[in-house]
């Protein structure tokens, strides 16, 4: 009866590892799946953001009559990036198995960096009032305090944004991202903590 059992115990382990396994790959082929579908987000953001800037300079550059569209191209813009990153906190929250992701969210970083400072230009070139909101968080508190307070701090900045439109120009920056440009964001508002929001170059 002992050779029986074995056999039934060898089986069952070959099953399992070959259930895991299986497992394993299917993960690995959905992340993949996520990713590249990031990365075609992304590089459908950088070509609209070639569009609105390359249109912003030929505005700007023209006559200030232009500038209606300009803006509007270029809030446009905004809108989507917006819209883009509540996508990618979804892929985040769903991301397991690869570092990739990491390296798309420093580019999307970057992205909305481009979108602030075209944003800035063509406000005072074209005597805009929309207000320019820069909320800075951690990407990944450790902290449950800091977490709890950037839940909030989230919520009430969507409700503000759905509420006021194109009125804010919103731009959420990871401040653990090890960018540079947005290092000497913080260093020049002197954030010193998360969550902490920068209204109109007021902290």
Known sequence: MVEPQKDKFWKALVLTVIVFLLGIALGYYLEAGRIDKVQKEINELIINWDDARTQASYYENINLEFCEKAVEENLNFGDKIYEYGLIIEDYEKANRLTETLEIEKRKYALLKLQFLINSLN??????????????????????????????????????????????????????????GVINILKENYKIEEYPSVVVEAVV
């Open 122 to 179: 063509l406000r005072e070139k074209c005597n805009k009032d929309y207000k320019i909101v820069l909320y800075f968080y951690q990407d990944k508190p450790e902290n449950l305090d800091i977490k709890s307070r950037q839940t909030v701090a989230s919520r009430v900045l969507s409700e503000l944004k759905e509420k006021k439109g194109s009125e804010i120009i919103l731009i959420p920056l990871a401040g653990d991202l090890d960018l």
